[in-house]
């Protein structure tokens, strides 16, 4: 594969798309404005992207309800449907190589990662729900013999999608492709700092053969055009991935609006628990370390929260600072970096300000904490490592989404599951231990949509991901999100003679 000496290289080598795809065409904000969308690598300007607002959300909402009355994606055929989508998922990965490259130069993320993981999966996600279309049956009811019952699933309509930066692909196809499989119009929002791979995938779902109207990308910022999105009175479903603090904007607008379905995949601050009687040190480490440093940090399931065993936590630090030290923030366009830039300078001093913070409170500092690769013009963070927190600071209470591991010391394993599930979040939590007694109990106490015993980060997308608490709720992946598309509906028919 090719590797890119400048961003610039690598941005002449894709073909970005900067305009609005709505009904089928790539149009211009009606306001003709603009965003700039700056590469965190090393500040480049990559494009000016067009910036919705509630006018162009109007235009978008009435092309994809039209597109649903008219029937033409929700009442084609199972298998129809089935070979658009698997077409839409043989472009994404035919066009894998651009796409990963777009993402990595808007975002800063490794492009070994975007290759290995963003692309990959997102052709899986959208694989296995074109696969799921003709393996749902509607249900019968056990209804008395003169009648019929029948329970059946109704798409909604038209959804809207409002999404974060750090996946951008991923966390839109996680909405679209249920969205799309179960026979809805879809309009996708996705971050304001990361609009370029979806658009250049709006491009390829019009190749794919999706009716006008049925796939629609509105590129702007959150109060501009994920809050008309979110309070359009003809929007049927809101699907959010992001902040807690914009998810409770988000059931807000859906509240003041039309009562809107709403779907919150939110923030974490995941705790992860090492006992004493873990068999694999090393193993515990390094997910220790990876399961915080994976794309700096700027994951919604990072494990922020090292909870150590008090009898191991000296011995088992020193192997997690080791890690911490030896990776280096490097160019995300080498193939070998595996640790690259935050997303842009407001989260690096978002980051840098949380550190500050956890040495105020009184936490000590053991590994990084500072901004790196300052000659780049970019927007890096090192490796950070703080002992001695307590669960009462903010370092350990704040979901910081940046490089950060905050450790923190405990006796038993009763006082780790308190010491856990005391947060507002519960995306995911877990534990290593060789004792299956101590894993089963963990595994039922922790209070999380995602628990994992001796490993960090396990899943696939039969399983499915969400919250518990103020991490959201309604399921990604899976089967389930299925639900989260589609109304059940009871037709009861009497029959005469029965
Ligand atoms: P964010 O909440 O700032 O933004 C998310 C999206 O909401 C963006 O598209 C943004 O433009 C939009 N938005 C902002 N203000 C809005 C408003 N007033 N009305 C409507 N839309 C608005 O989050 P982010 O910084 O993009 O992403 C990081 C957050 O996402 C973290 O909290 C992370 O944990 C979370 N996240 C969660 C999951 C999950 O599955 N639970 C996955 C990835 C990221």
Avoid at 33 to 42: E, H, L
Avoid at 301 to 318: E, M, N, S
Wanted: proline content about 5%; overall charge negative; aromatic content about 8%.
């Amino acid at each position: 594969m090719t590797a890119f000496a400048s961003v610039d290289a690598a941005l002449k080598s894709t073909s970005p798309r900067t305009q609005a795809f709505i009904d089928g065409r790539f149009q211009d904000a009606l306001t003709g404005q603009t965003m700039a969308s700056i590469s965190p690598i090393d500040g480049t300007h990559l494009a000016h992207v067009a910036s919705c607002d509630e006018r162009d959300v109007d235009l978008a909402v009435r092309a994809a309800r039209q597109a649903f009355d008219k029937g033409l994606w929700r009442n084609a055929s199972p298998s129809e449907k089935q070979r658009t989508m698997f077409r839409f998922a043989e472009l994404i990965e035919a066009n894998a190589e651009e796409l990963a490259l777009l993402e990595t130069i808007d975002l800063g993320k490794p492009i070994s990662n975007t290759r290995s993981a963003d692309l990959p999966l997102t052709v899986q996600t959208v694989r296995y729900y074109a696969e799921a279309i003709n393996k749902i049956n509607d249900e019968i009811g056990p209804s008395p013999s003169d009648a019929l019952s029948m329970i059946v699933r109704e798409p909604l309509g038209v959804v809207g999608a409002v999404t974060p930066w750090n996946f951008p692909l991923l966390m839109a196809a996680w909405k679209f492709a249920p969205a799309l499989a179960t026979g809805n119009s879809i309009i996708m929002k996705p971050a304001e700092q990361t609009s370029l791979s979806l658009l250049r995938v709006a491009e390829l779902a019009a190749e794919a053969g999706f009716p006008e109207g049925v796939f629609n990308v509105l590129p702007g910022d959150g109060p501009g055009a994920g809050k008309p999105l979110a309070l359009h009175m003809d929007v049927d479903a809101v699907a959010f991935t992001g902040s807690t603090q914009v998810g409770k904007l988000i059931m807000g607008y859906a509240a003041q609006s039309n009562l809107k379905r709403v779907g919150l995949e939110c923030g974490g601050k995941s705790p992860q628990i090492i006992m004493d009687d873990c068999d694999d040190l090393d193993a515990a480490a390094s997910a220790a370390a990876w399961g915080v440093f994976y794309d700096q940090g700027q994951v919604c399931t990072a494990g922020t929260r090292l909870l150590v065993h008090r009898a191991i936590k000296d011995q088992f630090l020193d192997k997690v600072a080791t890690i911490a030290r030896e990776l280096e923030p490097g160019d995300p366009l080498d193939p070998d970096t595996e640790f690259g830039s935050l997303v842009d300078q407001g989260q690096m001093q978002t980051v840098l300000g949380y550190v500050e913070k956890g040495k105020a409170q009184g936490a000590d500092l053991i590994v990084g904490g500072a901004q790196a690769r300052t000659a780049s013009g970019g927007f890096y963070v090192e490796p950070t490592l703080f002992d001695n927190v307590t669960n009462d600071m903010t370092i350990a209470q704040e979901e910081i989404f940046g490089p950060v591991i905050s450790a923190i010391a405990f006796d038993d394993l009763d006082e780790a599951l308190t010491i856990a599930n005391d947060s507002i979040y519960g995306l995911a939590a877990g534990i290593w231990t060789s004792n299956v007694n101590n894993a089963h109990i963990a595994g039922r106490r922790l209070r999380a949509g995602n628990v994992w015993i001796n490993c960090w980060d396990g899943s696939d997308i039969t399983t499915p991901f969400g919250g518990f608490k103020q991490s959201g709720f309604g399921r990604d992946r899976s089967l389930h999100a299925l639900d989260k598309y589609t109304e059940l509906k009871t037709i009861w028919l009497k029959l005469k003679g029965g």
